[in-house]
């Protein structure tokens, strides 16, 4: 949408080398101005070299990143000047109000001006979109984390249990009360040895 002018889109083609796959970064986590991400390295069990590698260069297009790439687009830049304007209002008020007051500023200032008066409504609607977007993303990884934490207690507490019935030197009462795992589950435990 943004990119649909012709002539936007070929200074964006422009300002990066064209041989390369390109990610273009405006996310809210700190990233370098510019990195890899390979393929290969989504694969958890990958043995050898891949027969296939794809390498994406990112681009950290957040505002005061990549000035180089900024300043051979404009309108990217503009761009990022309008997010970093959103994320600073919504950390002080309702999204929906920061969003509409930094399309208003940027309209006000020559910011996107053009783009944003012909496409005010719709940018509304997709910014508030794209930010609940992420903030969902982030509260998920939160939760997988949490549970991967938790499945890891739990793990080390059953490894632990299972020590202490090898040594036979501890009731199945004093291996639950240490270790966490319910009697039960050290019955079965010992059963299982």
């Not at 012709?6 to 809210?28: H, P, T």
């Not at 501890?170 to 639950?176: P, V």
């Amino acid at each position: 949408m943004l990119f649909s002018d012709r002539k936007n889109l070929l200074s964006l083609y422009n300002a990066v080398n064209q041989s390369d796959f390109i990610e273009f970064y405006n996310g809210s986590t700190a990233i370098s101005d510019r990195t890899e991400l390979r393929l290969s390295s989504a694969f958890e069990h990958l043995s050898g070299k891949p027969k296939l590698e794809l390498i994406v260069t990112v681009l950290n297009v957040n505002e005061g990143h990549n000035a180089e790439l900024m300043q051979h687009c404009s309108m990217l830049k503009e761009y990022a000047q309008y997010v970093a304007r959103v994320r600073h209002y919504a950390s002080d008020m309702p999204l929906n109000q920061a969003v509409k007051r930094a399309v208003d500023e940027c309209i006000r200032e020559g910011i996107l001006a053009e783009f944003l008066a012909r496409n005010r409504n719709e940018v509304i609607s997709m910014s508030i979109f794209e930010y609940d977007k992420e903030l969902e993303e982030k509260k998920l990884r939160k939760a997988e984390y949490e549970y991967g934490f938790a499945e890891g207690e739990k793990h080390a507490a059953i490894e632990t249990a299972k020590r202490m019935l090898k040594t036979n030197n501890f009731s199945l009462e004093e291996i639950a009360a240490f270790s966490g795992v319910s009697l039960d589950d050290i019955k079965i435990l010992k059963a299982n040895q």
